[in-house]
């Protein structure tokens, strides 16, 4: 039975399907861009945008269905979950099961691992983007239980919100009331389709550009040997791995927030030059604002935020943030970088910087926190804590200076690289609008594109990687 079991469990997947692949710039996107125009302008001769949203619907389960083609079910399982919930005022026992779903799938395999009992129970394999659409369910049914939101009267409308191709493997996270009203009616300018079109040029361009190159560099250190590494060169592999994460996941949000401007549809911004922070705090503030804000508004505030006693506030803050690290995989490691946080950030409210004190050493924090920040993005890297510990070893002088030649070639063949990375992380000048701005984003734009279609033909793909959590 359980041999049967485990032989269903373990089914050919395709490889998924992602935004810097040459068949979904070069087939899928073209295809959806010439349907989508086709029905808008059916739907113009017939007053309605249902042409339209049956398109982006059909193209978003078709997306999906690339890379899941039997967990596509269990997608559109919740968002029936999420329909019926919200229709009968049942919106609790919605958010409950739609957090089962999301423990069997995403941490079954742990659980099962810490209890033994996975000798006797099959792999579950991880859906894709259920951390994410999981979330964007839980926000629609609380908002619905609070009065924020009506209740969706369509079902395809609502797994529209849910499944839309864009943002739906790895955010940002899309609230409801964000594109509620966009669902039903929306329009698209030229300035929209314009900024559209060059934020997606933009995130390729950090996708394949910046964070695939990078990743060379990571896997060179961090994932090579680390009995071999030398301490310079383990540092140099954290800072590649920190700007790594940032310009990959950064690159798929612009990406999701182009493709949804050029349809009509205002994504919210999930990242705002992070690595310029003075504190943890404002490191959160900046980085991955959606799931920020969804844990703030639905698990902090609910709990009672700020307004309760301080020991209380205290745990809320700790349980927050270890839901923070948790959320974005199922290894203990995760939680240990979301408790880092919780520490940080402890340390912060209730010792130093409180309002009187922000501006005290502000210049000499802007130096520190970066280097805390990558220390935390080494508990990321290492889900096994023996070679986590291994690494922080060298990192802090275990393995030595190594070799001068070896070290120099290091920082010599990437130093372009991380010179632009390390550029681009800070908040540019804004041009001035007018026509010589124009022609120069045009031209910086193609010039992008051009680029990155060279680097990714012949090259092997590098999935983006928030895609797996």
Same mark, same amino acid.
């Given at each position: ?52 949203? $049956?398109? *982006? +619907?059909?193209? %978003? =389960? /078709?997306?999906?269905?690339? @890379?899941?083609?039997?967990?596509? &079910? ?20 919605? $958010?409950? *099961? +739609?957090?089962? %779903? =999301? /423990?069997?799938?995403?941490? @079954?395999?742990?659980?099962?691992? &810490? ?355």
């Amino acid at each position: 039975m359980l041999r049967r079991l485990k032989y269903r469990l373990n089914w050919h997947k395709i490889p998924v399907m992602y935004f810097s692949d040459l068949i979904f710039l070069y087939a899928f996107l073209p295809a959806f861009v010439i349907c989508y125009f086709v029905a808008g302008l059916w739907g113009k001769k017939e007053g309605s945008g249902a042409a339209r949203n $049956i398109v *982006l +619907l059909c193209f %978003s =389960l /078709i997306f999906y269905a690339w @890379g899941e083609p039997v967990l596509i &079910l269990l997608l559109i399982c919740s968002a029936f979950i999420c329909y019926i919930c919200a229709k009968t005022h049942k919106e609790t026992a919605g $958010i409950i *099961l +739609l957090l089962l %779903s =999301l /423990i069997i799938f995403k941490y @079954g395999n742990l659980l099962t691992g &810490l209890t033994g009992l996975a000798a006797y129970i099959p792999k579950i394999p991880l859906p894709l983007g259920i951390s994410f659409y999981t979330f964007q369910g839980i926000a629609y049914l609380a908002d619905v239980k609070r009065g924020r939101a009506k209740p969706q009267d369509s079902f395809y409308k609502l797994l529209l919100y849910i499944s839309m191709f864009p943002q739906l493997i790895a955010g940002p996270i899309v609230r409801y009331t964000d594109i509620s009203e966009d669902i039903d009616r929306r329009s698209v300018s030229p300035e929209d389709m314009a900024e559209g079109i060059r934020r997606i040029i933009c995130g390729l361009g950090k996708k394949v550009i910046l964070a695939d190159h990078l990743s060379l560099i990571v896997e060179e250190s961090m994932g090579a040997d680390l009995s071999t590494l030398s301490t310079p060169m383990a540092w140099l592999g954290l800072l590649a791995y920190s700007l790594q994460i940032y310009f990959d996941f950064s690159a798929y949000s612009d990406m999701a927030i182009g493709m949804g401007r050029c349809m009509g549809f205002k994504f919210p911004e999930n990242f705002d030059h992070p690595y310029i922070s003075a504190s943890a705090t404002e490191f959160w503030r900046r980085w991955h604002m959606s799931l920020g804000s969804f844990f703030r508004d639905y698990v902090y505030i609910p709990l009672g935020g700020s307004r309760v006693s301080r020991l209380r506030r205290l745990f809320n803050i700790m349980l927050v943030w270890a839901l923070t690290g948790f959320w974005h995989g199922a290894s203990l490691n995760f939680m240990v970088w979301g408790l880092y946080f919780g520490v940080l950030i402890l340390i912060e409210k209730e010792l130093f910087f409180k309002e009187k004190d922000k501006e005290r050493f502000k210049v000499l924090r802007h130096f520190t926190t970066p280097v805390i920040l990558m220390l935390g993005w080494g508990i990321f890297y290492f889900e096994d804590f023996s070679k986590m510990k291994d690494f922080f070893d060298v990192l802090f002088g275990r393995g030595g200076m190594g070799s001068e030649t070896l070290v120099m070639a290091g920082l010599s063949q990437n130093v372009f690289l991380l010179a632009v990375s390390l550029i681009l992380c800070l908040p540019l000048p804004k041009m001035k609008e007018g026509t010589v701005t124009t022609a120069f984003r045009t031209l910086y734009s193609v010039a992008i594109l051009v680029l990155a279609v060279l680097f990714l033909i012949g090259s092997t793909s590098h999935p983006f990687l928030y895609t797996r959590f």
